[in-house]
């Protein structure tokens, strides 16, 4: 059995720097880490990787060659690859025995909410390989001083979530840079465990360009908060606490934790319900005295720029 995180997320997420980060991290905790490519459009990579589709398919031929676009280019990789599993197969088989698995798949978001090959060839390694993988949901921080731009990376996660049917980890990625942005409407735990969005309407509704949309986004946010799925987690890829609290979560997620343990049904159950939310809590807690202002410090602080 291999364990692995399959790194997706909108375009400038940051999942290249991610898997760069993470490969780093878990190395330094001891872990023998293979880096997988798979997005065709990545030709500057920061990380040695073990596989790279490049070496099968180039988007920039395919653009060339089939007069498409990037988005149209990417999902013709996409498909290739699929079509080329037995490729993809051959090169993981040699790292199976001894490695963690970072897949670095492309940014295109269709590709995990609308099309399904992306979903059926990670299905297809799970099934023939023997993985155990976890998705790893990268949404840019900065979307939190949006209340709009929020609301879509809430849908988004969640097709994504009920897309793939992996287990799952959403990520607000560059926590650091969350106030570079705008100063927060609420406390950074509102973002994180997507609490009661009716308060998001109403910052919405006072914004004129979509108050028109406010029924729209009403039922959106209902649809969210039935589901009840979708939460966050934060990241400072360079902050090696906040790694390896991401770490903790992923490995809980799926199943490393339990790896070579040997014990009974109840020995599993208490790790596999031990007390991650006073934990994550606490960790929240943390990041918003950290990396986020409050307002005194704000008063502060203007105050003295204009003295």
């Not at 898997?19 to 490519?37: D, T």
């Not at 459009?41 to 490049?54: F, G, Q, R, T």
């Not at 790292?95 to 979903?119: I, M, R, S």
């Not at 950290?290 to 410090?297: A, G, L, P, S, V």
Request: net charge negative.
């Amino acid at each position: 059995m291999v364990f692995g995180q399959v790194v997706i997320g909108p375009p400038g997420s940051g999942k290249t720097t991610y898997c760069n980060g993470m490969s780093q991290f878990l190395q330094l905790i001891g872990r023998k880490v293979a880096v997988i490519n798979l997005d065709p459009a990545n030709d500057a990579l920061p990380y040695e990787c073990a596989v790279n589709i490049e070496d099968l398919i180039k988007l920039s031929d395919v653009m060339v060659e089939h007069s498409l676009g990037p988005n149209g280019g990417l999902v013709y990789c996409m498909d290739y690859l699929m079509k080329n599993i037995d490729w993809l197969e051959s090169r993981l088989k040699p790292l199976l025995k001894e490695h963690y698995l970072l897949f670095d798949f492309p940014g295109q978001v269709e590709l995990f909410f609308l099309h399904e090959n992306a979903k059926n060839m990670i299905m297809e390694l799970i099934k023939k390989l023997d993985l155990r993988l976890t998705a790893v949901h990268l949404v840019d921080a900065h979307l939190c001083s949006d209340p709009g731009k929020y609301v879509s990376a809430l849908l988004l996660s969640l097709s994504t979530m009920l897309h793939l049917e992996l287990p799952h980890v959403n990520v607000l990625s560059k926590i650091d840079l969350i106030e570079s942005y705008g100063k927060l409407a609420f406390n950074l735990d509102f973002y994180t465990d997507v609490q009661d969005l009716s308060y998001l309407q109403n910052a919405l509704g006072q914004d004129p360009r979509s108050a028109k949309y406010r029924k729209l986004t009403k039922e959106l946010c209902e649809v969210i908060e039935d589901y009840g799925l979708v939460n966050f987690t934060t990241l400072d890829i360079q902050d090696k606490e906040s790694v390896g609290n991401l770490v903790k979560l992923i490995d809980k997620s799926n199943g490393y934790i339990f790896a070579g343990i040997d014990a009974s049904a109840v020995g599993f159950s208490k790790i596999a319900v031990g007390p991650l939310t006073l934990t994550f809590q606490l960790t929240v807690a943390a990041v918003q005295e950290k990396y986020i202002k409050d307002d005194e410090d704000f008063d502060m602080t203007r105050n003295n720029d204009t003295k």
